[in-house]
């Protein structure tokens, strides 16, 4: 069964600097990753989805992520973060074969100015 | 639609009362999925349908909770004798194909439930 860790549920940085949101995951078979945001009180939105194909990915509002399967780690990184970065980040996985997505805890994202 | 629905956006009810929430997920998406999200917590999933039939409905927590799809579109999460702790945001999200496939999931903003 698929599983996903996220290593840290506080992350503060400062406006203009870089971001580090970690996850290690856990899977059976070749697994699908995906990062969501939710801002609060809004929907979920997808980030960047990994799908066996290249391994750095690259998604929406200038956020990317690499997946290493040796180190079973799937981390969100942006070069310079924005106020509007501010919200809830979930890791997601899915297993192959599995109709389940298993989402993270979450980690809560901090702009300081 | 353009997006997946859910309704009501927020419902209140006292303790013991039975419940109804709606999903009206994206027109054409065949795989329909009910997570519950608590406060400070990651969504759980709760139940899955590709089409008509529930594929697995192992999250579900217990008898109380129910959910139908009956025509392979809009779907209605069901719970009977609503407890305290089943308080939470109810997530509905749909795709074209199973989730496992790489398809993207889309969410809806979610039913937020209070039980009294």
């Known amino acids: 069964a698929q599983s996903v860790t996220q290593l840290d549920s506080h992350v503060s940085v400062s406006e203009g600097t870089p971001v580090l949101l970690r996850c290690n995951y856990s899977s059976s078979y070749s697994p699908s990753l995906f990062w969501y945001v939710q801002h609060p009180n809004k929907g979920l939105q997808l980030l960047l989805k990994?799908?066996?194909?290249?391994?750095l990915v690259k998604g929406i509002n200038g956020f990317e992520a690499e997946f290493k399967k040796s180190e079973t780690s799937f981390h969100l990184t942006k070069p310079s973060a924005h106020m509007s970065d501010a919200a809830e980040y979930f890791c997601v996985v899915s297993d192959r074969g599995d109709d389940k997505i298993i989402f993270g805890k979450g980690t809560r994202l901090h702009i300081l100015p | 639609g353009a997006g997946v629905s859910q309704t009501p956006s927020n419902k209140v009810t006292e303790k013991g009362k039975y419940v109804e929430l709606r999903c009206d997920p994206i027109?054409?998406?065949?795989?329909l999925y009910w997570y519950r999200q608590s406060l400070g917590q990651g969504p759980e999933f709760l139940i899955y349908f590709q089409g008509t039939g529930a594929a697995d409905d192992s999250g579900l927590p217990n008898d109380r909770f129910f959910a139908v799809r009956p025509e392979g579109s809009v779907s209605t999460l069901k719970i009977q004798r609503t407890e305290r702790g089943d308080s939470a945001v109810y997530l509905c999200a749909s795709s074209t194909q199973q989730g496992s496939g790489g398809n993207t999931i889309y969410f809806g903003e979610g039913s937020w439930l209070t039980v009294v």
């Open positions: 990994y799908t066996s194909a290249a391994t």
């Open positions: 027109s054409g998406h065949t795989a």
